[in-house]
């Protein structure tokens, strides 16, 4: 396998519409992107998907035995199940082979096993699902976190979500100067839960965060905020929601473009348009969302994910590899002056 | 003033556009709907604007002095304020001269305004914010409370929630049986943080509630839900967010559209179609939040509101009033046999 090229471990055995869709994302990705890919799951099955391209020199087939349910316990099932394919995916991080791990499966027994397997990162107290939403900017996404690792949040938590995601915005999306906001009812500081109360003195006092204040309800899609941070509880609500309205937005339109006959004559006119918008709709295009916390780079797929989304959320895995994720937040709890920690810093001057 | 038309006292002075907004909306409803407004607040200067109109046999003016300001902390500027708008709007429904509060202005001095003056329904230990959306089933919305009045639940107030949703649901939606979900982040009933866990258990146990499970976010606009109850922290942030939305998809929408000729021509024969579909997904439409659990009718209207919001609230308003929501909330906490009651209770047995 080339050597300059991101080593991807992929779970072919874990989604709905695995593996047959997870080897076409998968093998799609290493002809059109710089990655190798481990396939991980039933090898004969896998092999019977490929045909004569299971011979790439940019993947490479990891027997794995059985796969972890969606309506599994997650803990007794990967302790039952050492060799399941979510299981041996991580273990080729932990042993170097691989430097991240993509999954559609059951996304919490992905971040188990990335818990029990690759364990933490120094100074990181629990794991944050970081999800990518597009905003009203063109071009533009904000990272929102956490998305559903943990529900009950201490304060603390949501102040680590803040430098990982700060992080992320900087070194992976390239924004210059991050604001990060914290997800609340209102614009003034003492507004909120307990938690967001908490959370919100924290993040001010903390000069290595740019905090810029609460982002409302409204705020996320805006463009404003490039991280938002929030408990795992409201955020997945959020993020399923947000899935969700693109789909209620396009049957609206769906329904109602077409009537009359000026309407069947114009819709006919803008077909491609009409795809463009649902492009810019469409869940699917995101590919996934990161864990962020683990010792590990670990992309977490839709369980509904097809070929597309793999390809995806490859992509959003070679991300993070490319520009040293887990590196750089390291770098920062380990208070050295490299780059990761330093520039940080520097975003709060700005 | 006609006597069986429901009375409702508008705060002519609360919110961005008072009050000739206000009074606008105010104006056409008495117009339109079978309805008396008492419109409270400046008088020379509502008498003005409404002209010849001020004569109208369905319009009242009722003299307030001053008003809530949105960066007020609402306890102390009621009291500073004894004559304000809000305060002597909800007056009028304590003296019985009117039915309904309808204010556009600070949201939590009308929340504040209404306990401190009309107090709880006996049985209800919180008020709620409850706002209706539009779901992808055509002409079904759902209710979901709390949006904003109780940011730290306990579970018994979720049960509340549920409860008088549910009488909203059956009575003014007409909703034959309501089905009632708790927001939550999977389907399982284990699923969730402290509070839904907790709330499951209530809403499970309680057999006049017809409760059919967890609702995640993908689950809110399905149509599958008439009632969804929440913490007033996550149901603001998914409120906001969501009429947020929807504001995002139009402008994606009004920038693809039209690329390229063929785009600029169909969209030009859309312009109707496209007008219904900005109409659908528009929260002007909705007319503002219901406020339950007090002693009275209250619409609590956006801020933003101008005439056409006012006009929806006042119905709204008109809505609760006709279809006696109060008192059948009353009826199910007075444990009598009468309609409310038994009606509730003959939901969850269909």
Redesign the interface.
């Known amino acids: 396998m080339g050597s300059t090229r991101a080593k991807i471990a992929v779970d072919a055995m874990g989604g709905d519409r695995a593996p047959e869709e997870i080897v076409a994302g998968a093998l799609r990705a290493t002809e059109e992107l710089d990655v190798d890919v481990l396939l991980v799951g039933d090898c004969p099955r896998m092999r019977s998907l490929l045909g004569t391209r299971a011979d790439s020199p940019h993947l490479e087939l990891v027997p794995a035995e059985g796969v972890i349910e969606m309506d599994e316990e997650p803990l007794v099932a990967l302790k039952r199940k050492p060799e399941a394919s979510i299981n041996v995916a991580m273990d080729l991080v932990k042993q170097q082979r691989a430097e991240a791990v993509v999954s559609a499966g059951h996304s919490g027994a992905a971040m188990a096993a990335a818990l029990l397997r690759l364990g933490r990162i120094k100074g990181i107290d629990r794991p944050a699902i970081g999800a990518l939403l597009p905003?009203?900017v063109?071009g533009k996404s904000v990272i929102v976190l956490d998305v559903?690792a943990i529900?009950?949040c201490r304060p603390k938590y949501l102040e680590q979500f803040a430098i990982m995601g700060t992080v992320y915005s900087k070194y992976v999306l390239d924004v210059n100067e991050p604001k990060v906001g914290l997800?609340?009812?209102g614009e003034e500081s003492s507004k909120?839960?307990?938690l967001?109360a908490r959370a919100h003195k924290l993040l001010a006092a903390n000069e290595r965060i740019p905090f810029i204040g609460n982002a409302?309800?409204?705020?996320?899609?805006?463009g404003e905020f490039d991280v938002i941070v929030c408990?795992?509880?409201?955020g997945?609500?959020?993020?399923?929601?947000?899935?969700?309205?693109?789909?209620?937005?396009l049957?609206?339109?769906r329904?109602?473009?077409?009537?009359?006959l000026?309407?069947q004559?114009?819709?006919?006119?803008?077909k491609?348009?009409?795809r463009?918008?649902k492009q810019?709709?469409d869940h699917a295009e995101h590919g996934g969302a990161l864990l962020f916390g683990v010792a590990g780079i670990c992309v977490i797929g839709h369980g509904s994910s097809q070929a597309p989304s793999i390809f995806n959320a490859i992509r959003f895995a070679q991300e993070a590899i490319d520009h040293r994720v887990l590196e750089r937040i390291r770098s920062y709890y380990s208070n050295d002056c490299e780059a990761g920690t330093a520039t940080v810093a520097r975003a709060t001057d700005g």
Do not use: H
């Open positions: 905003t009203m063109a559903g529900v009950d997800l609340n009812i909120g839960n307990d967001a409302e309800g409204r705020d996320v899609l805006s408990d795992g509880f409201v997945n609500i959020l993020l399923k929601f947000a899935e969700a309205v693109g789909e209620v937005m049957q609206i339109v329904e109602e473009l077409p009537q009359g000026r309407g004559l114009g819709t006919a006119m803008l491609p348009n009409l463009r918008i810019r709709m």
